[in-house]
């Protein structure tokens, strides 16, 4: 059956690095647009990052956090540096069906997340 699996995220000090990680079992990610989304208490679901060759970036990440892929690896992966308090949140990688890369509608396989806390 399909599985996303994050993992990577921790407690961090203001200005630090994570790196989280999705494996993903049940379909080869290699031909899909796949994409990284966050969610703090009390606030909706927001895109972070996706790609299918290049990456993309909500502007509040965009210079900080960097997506890639390993297809051999069939794991997308999200660099997070210079990381701050307003980066904590549950972090989600999901598989893309069809639309605008940045609504959560337009995915339609997520994990379970992974929580990621950056204290000042």
């Known amino acids: 059956q399909v599985q996303l699996v994050e993992s990577g995220g921790g407690s961090v000090q203001a200005g630090g690095s994570l790196r989280l990680s999705c494996a993903v079992s049940?379909?080869?990610?290699?031909?899909?647009?796949m994409g990284w989304f966050r969610q703090a208490p009390g606030k909706e679901r927001e895109a972070v990052a996706g790609?299918?060759?290049?990456?993309v970036y909500a502007d509040s990440v965009k210079g900080r956090f960097t997506i890639s892929r390993d297809n051999a690896k069939n794991t997308l992966y999200l660099q997070m540096n210079s990381l701050k308090p307003e980066d904590t949140a549950m972090y989600y990688c999901?598989?893309?069906?069809?639309?605008?890369?940045?609504?959560?509608?337009?995915?339609?396989?997520w994990g379970q997340g992974t929580q990621v806390t950056v204290s000042s």
């Open positions: 999901a598989r893309m069906l069809t639309g605008p890369w940045n609504s959560t509608s337009s995915y339609n396989y």
């Open positions: 049940g379909f080869p990610i290699s031909p899909y647009f």
């Open positions: 790609m299918y060759t290049n990456g």
